[in-house]
């Protein structure tokens, strides 16, 4: 603990993550001992240990976890924003492959080794459920992208891609205009729809074209909503 911080205070960000929301005060103050904390800066990475079967927890800020690719922008798997599971560990499949989270901005993460996560949920099964649940979100998520790149070119996938973050992050700003606060390079949006930067590059040029989006100081801007729905369900 910090000395001269009040213990409530110190405990709030683990006690915000959504799978933890309903435990006791005393349940969050066993979490904060038994876990180890990481504070990154934004463009730090932290190496995720496949061989370990352990729980990552962001409690504040936003990270991406991503597949490195020394010739190209590797493969973004998602993106977290605090406070949640960031993801486990564990369950690699063989080989393992390398995973890697990265700061997008200032964050705080948790690492709960699984031992101490079992007996957790061995008291609070609704922490269990909950992180069911979450999963299985993220899940779906996935199993919607790996179809994507399967059925659809480039530009739908980008499409898709803006539309879900204008839905989840988007500022409106005016009629039919809502802007994507966070900046993305060319490169880290290949990364999210499985392609390369001049294919990503071509894309958007489409997309602008058709009236969907403009990019205004690196930010996206959805000038048109059902335009851009419509290009995202173009299939092969």
Known sequence: MIEGVPQEEQLWPLAKVDILQSLPLEEIERLALLSASAHLVAGDSFDLDEGRWALLLLTSGQVRVHEPNTTGPGLTISMVEAPTIVTQTGFAAWPPRTMVVEALEPSDLRVLQGEAFDDLVRRN???????????????????????????KEVP????????????????????????????????????????????LTRALGRLRRAGAVEVKNRRIHVTDADTLERLAEERR
């Not at 909950?130 to 790149?149: F, N, V, W, Y």
């Not at 839905?167 to 900046?183: A, L, S, Y």
């Not at 993305?184 to 729809?193: E, G, K, Q």
């Open 125 to 151: 099964p609704e922490v269990g459920v909950k992180t069911i649940r979450l999963l299985g979100e993220r899940l779906s998520t996935c199993e919607d992208r790996l179809s994507g790149l399967v059925h």
């Open 156 to 199: 739908a996938r980008l499409a898709t891609l803006v539309l879900r973050l204008s839905g989840h992050q988007g500022v409106v700003i005016g009629k039919d205009n809502r802007i994507i606060p966070t900046r993305y390079t060319h490169n880290r949006l290949a990364s999210m729809v499985g392609s390369n930067r001049e294919a």
